[in-house]
């Protein structure tokens, strides 16, 4: 029952990981007044690049690296529709997903079903070696900590910097940020960017660490528990670092579960992070006045500057 228990939590980390890198860029995005709900095609395309790159590369570094760029590049198009062209934010998310989709299965074609040596564990010597401790949490490897120390880095700037100071500006009221000198379109485009690089550092996670191969349809719907996340963790990267982490435990209930003899159909089991996303929106959406007070109040709305 321990080791099951150890699995169970060790494994929460890994799989919490892509969560994180992706939810922790969305709730930037979303913090300038940007809903991008195209985060399932950012990942796709990540995962794909990624995954394309480390196999003929031979190196892990280029892999994360072009998954970032190339989810980076898809995020600027979907800012220009929105910024430039003052296009529909939720409409241009959805075409940009669908496109970024696309591009992930033509880009990994050739390397379908194809497997990687997955990204190694990082030797931390006697902290690896510790009772219960060791396993949990120092026998990862090294995104799972990057993962982390993104998560802190977000939450001290956006809470403790001017720079988090202006993001939140911008997302409160883009007029009245404009009015005082702050460059709006461009603090959008830049969150943009980075919110589409960790969407890529996520995909890229997936097929370079923890599941070592290519195939269409991996992301699997968690773009959508990334924006779930997000509105979980009333935009705040602390408590949708707790959200992600949770997700990633039921992800793992199925194996869990099957392992101490249980019999529940691994069809409800593989379902149920979905029907708990579903849950958590409509408990958090019977308070609106919470919602209210946390989320960005330009969230979702077109800025035209010259208007």
Same mark, same amino acid.
């Given at each position: 029952m321990l080791d099951s228990v150890i699995f169970l939590l060790a494994?929460?980390?890994?799989?919490?990981?892509?969560?994180?890198?992706?939810a922790v860029g969305e709730a930037v995005v979303e913090k300038t007044g940007v809903l991008n709900l195209s985060i399932e095609g950012m990942m796709a395309i990540g995962a794909a690049t990624g995954f394309v790159v480390?196999?003929?590369?031979?190196?892990?570094?280029?892999?994360?690296a072009m998954a970032a760029i190339a989810s980076a590049l898809l995020s600027a198009v979907f800012a220009g529709l929105v910024l430039t062209f003052l296009a529909n934010q939720v409409a241009a998310g959805l075409a940009i997903g669908i496109l970024g989709l696309g591009l992930s299965v033509l880009i990994g074609k050739e390397f379908e079903g194809t497997t990687?040596?997955?990204l190694q564990d990082l030797d931390l010597g006697t902290l690896s070696e510790l009772p219960f401790i060791g396993p949990v949490l120092f026998s990862h490897d090294v995104m799972v900590y990057v993962g982390m120390a993104t998560v802190i880095v977000c939450w001290w700037v956006l809470s403790h910097t001017r720079l988090g100071l202006i993001i939140r500006a911008v997302g409160e009221s883009p007029s009245a940020a404009a009015t005082i000198g702050y460059p709006v379109l461009l603090i959008r485009l830049l969150a943009i960017v980075? #919110? $589409? /690089?960790?969407?890529?550092? #996520? $995909? /890229?996670?997936l097929t370079l660490a923890y599941t070592p191969l290519w195939a269409e349809g991996l992301v699997a719907g968690r773009g959508w528990i990334v924006v779930a996340l997000?509105?979980?963790?009333?935009?705040?990267?602390?408590?949708i670092a707790i959200g992600a982490y949770l997700f990633g435990a039921v992800s793992l209930l199925e194996l869990f579960i099957q392992g101490q003899g249980y019999a529940i159909p691994s069809?409800?089991?593989?379902a149920m992070p979905y029907i708990i996303?579903?849950?958590?929106?409509a408990v958090i959406s019977r308070n609106p006045r919470l919602i209210r007070l946390n989320h960005?109040?330009?969230l979702g709305q077109t800025y035209n500057k010259s208007a």
């Open positions: 494994s929460t980390l890994a799989a919490a990981t892509p969560l994180l890198f992706a480390a196999t003929l590369s031979g190196s892990y570094v280029q892999g994360f990687i040596i997955p980075f #919110g $589409g /690089a960790m969407a890529g550092l #996520g $995909g /890229a996670y997000v509105v979980f963790g009333m935009w705040r990267p602390l408590r069809q409800l089991m593989s996303t579903i849950t958590v929106l960005p109040a330009s």
